[in-house]
């Protein structure tokens, strides 16, 4: 794997999908690169943050933020990341649904757990 930046604590390749080292305290699926399990999320490492639910990011931990901190961007929504900064990434695959723009989410697929656009109204 490669080291994670600390700026997001846990960034790897431009692709989000190698494998962190132990910067991070897990190994991060090619599948998502994010960390937690293949599931995406039960728990995440104490490097990583608090726990994760199951489903990710229906509520983020305090430091990966249900209100994400200008290192990752704007505010999580309650099913995690409707707008996240570039510091996340475009870090979607075909298993979250379609691509995301440069600050990671113009429009997610329900896979993720939302739709939202470039400015989500609740």
Same mark, same amino acid.
């Given at each position: 794997?490669?080291?994670? @930046?600390?700026?997001?604590?846990?960034?790897?390749?431009?692709?989000? @999908?190698? %494998?962190?080292?132990?910067?991070?305290?897990? %190994?991060?699926?090619?599948?998502?690169?994010?960390?937690?399990?293949?599931?995406?999320?039960?728990?995440? $490492?104490?490097?990583?943050?608090?726990?994760?639910?199951?489903?990710?990011?229906?509520?983020?931990?305090?430091?990966?933020?249900? %209100?994400?901190?200008?290192?990752?961007?704007?505010?999580? @929504?309650?099913?995690?990341?409707?707008?996240?900064?570039?510091?996340?990434?475009?870090?979607?695959?075909?298993?979250?649904?379609?691509?995301?723009?440069?600050?990671?989410?113009?429009?997610? $697929?329900?896979?993720?757990?939302?739709? $939202? $656009?470039?400015?989500?109204?609740?």
């Amino acid at each position: 794997g490669t080291e994670c @930046s600390a700026v997001h604590g846990t960034e790897c390749s431009a692709v989000h @999908s190698t %494998e962190c080292s132990a910067v991070h305290g897990t %190994e991060w699926s090619a599948v998502h690169g994010t960390v937690c399990s293949a599931v995406h999320g039960t728990e995440c $490492s104490a490097v990583h943050g608090t726990e994760w639910i199951a489903v990710h990011g229906t509520e983020c931990s305090a430091v990966h933020g249900t %209100e994400c901190s200008a290192v990752r961007g704007t505010e999580c @929504s309650a099913v995690h990341g409707t707008e996240c900064s570039a510091v996340h990434g475009t870090v979607c695959s075909a298993v979250h649904g379609t691509e995301c723009s440069a600050v990671h989410g113009t429009e997610w $697929s329900t896979v993720h757990g939302t739709k $939202s $656009s470039a400015v989500q109204y609740y």
